[in-house]
């Protein structure tokens, strides 16, 4: 089983930017579909970014043009860039790790979260 752990959260203003950072180890990073997923205080868990194992990238519809997904296969990490952020984006953010895809996966694990605070 592997381990993720989240850095980079905080809390900032509307309309400015934070970059989370998930560092993975004890697997092969690369061969997994990485994610980044958020939950708000009384609301369901709902993805926000994935990159899958061929480097093919996707986002919800709330953050597209605002979010960047990357990750450093040398490095094992995987960051989220979050611009121009609004207080919706305010939540718990967790990075994710599914195999062989996100889209049908047959196992995953989970980070532990990190908070994101987007005051208006």
């Known amino acids: 089983q592997g381990q993720l752990v989240e850095s980079g959260g905080g809390s900032v203003q509307a309309g400015g930017s934070l970059r989370l950072s998930c560092a993975a180890s004890?697997?092969?990073?690369?061969?997994?579909?990485m994610s980044w997923f958020r939950q708000a205080p009384g609301k369901e868990r709902e993805g926000v970014a994935a990159?899958?194992?061929?480097?093919?990238?996707s986002y919800a519809d709330s953050v597209k043009g605002r979010f960047t997904i990357s990750q450093d296969n040398a490095k094992s990490t995987l960051d989220l860039q979050m611009n121009s952020l609004k207080p919706e984006d305010t939540a718990m953010y967790y990075c994710?790790?599914?195999?062989?895809?996100?889209?049908?996966?047959?196992?995953?694990?989970w980070g532990q979260g990190t908070q994101v605070t987007v005051s208006s």
């Open positions: 994710a790790a599914f195999y062989p895809s996100c889209a049908a996966y047959e196992y995953d694990f």
């Open positions: 004890g697997y092969t990073f690369s061969s997994y579909c």
């Open positions: 990159i899958d194992s061929d480097g093919s990238a």
